[in-house]
């Protein structure tokens, strides 16, 4: 029992500099929001010029955060477990690729990231491909090109995977009930992000119908 509650002890510090580190981080976005408020005078934010706006603006920002604190722990996490110097978005690629040990192409690898850069894309690939990680398979033609990962790209993403797990639900652990919301949250930004899809096809359609 006493194991559990120092256990317990340690995590709680780190979640609370997390969550110190967040709340930092949000304070501009805070401020512009405030200023907001008070009309369209100096210092008002054009983004949140009603209460829908801010509330939208605050998620954006908060997303904004995620997203470039995810794709650096990611970077990071890979260069502690192998020395080829690679972005959040190669890990990105990798990881997929190696999803369920089954080759893709890179039309597949582009759907399951939500991606249509394909050049960035390519990209990511052929770098991948130059370090041992990746390879590919079907050379008949470019559409037809599949990547698996090599017998290293399996190590080290195992590595990776092994890291993670030490690293990440640990401190985890410090939010109350993030286990029980993971599934609703992450149903919520799948419908979030089809909205914003939705609305990119929107945008793309006014700007050709002015």
């Not at 995620?66 to 990881?95: F, H, I, M």
């Not at 398979?137 to 995977?161: C, I, L, M, Q």
Request: glycine share 8%.
């Amino acid at each position: 029992m006493k194991r559990t509650e120092s256990a317990a002890a340690k995590r709680k510090p780190v979640a609370a500099k997390a969550k110190a580190a967040g709340g930092k981080a949000g304070s501009q976005a805070e401020k512009a929001r405030d200023s907001s408020e008070s009309g369209d005078g100096k210092g008002a934010w054009h983004l949140a010029r009603s209460d829908a706006e801010r509330r939208l603006s605050d998620f954006e920002f908060a997303l904004e955060r995620l997203a470039q604190s995810y794709y650096r722990w990611k970077a990071s996490c890979l260069a502690a477990v192998c020395e080829v110097p690679l972005t959040g978005d190669d890990v990105a690629v990798l990881n997929v690729v190696r999803m369920g040990d089954e080759p893709k192409r890179l039309t597949e690898v582009g759907q399951l990231l939500n991606r249509v850069d394909v050049p960035n894309l390519q990209y990511a690939t052929r770098k991948l491909v130059r370090a041992g990680l990746i390879e590919t398979e079907g050379r008949s033609s470019r559409k037809e090109t599949r990547y698996r990962a090599t017998a290293r790209g399996r190590a080290v993403t195992e590595d990776y995977a092994a890291l993670r797990a030490a690293t990440l639900p640990p401190m985890f652990d410090g939010l109350p009930g993030w286990i029980d919301s993971c599934a609703a949250t992450t149903e919520q930004l799948d419908q979030m992000s089809g909205l914003y899809g939705q609305a990119t096809r929107v945008a793309i359609t006014r700007r050709h119908q002015s």
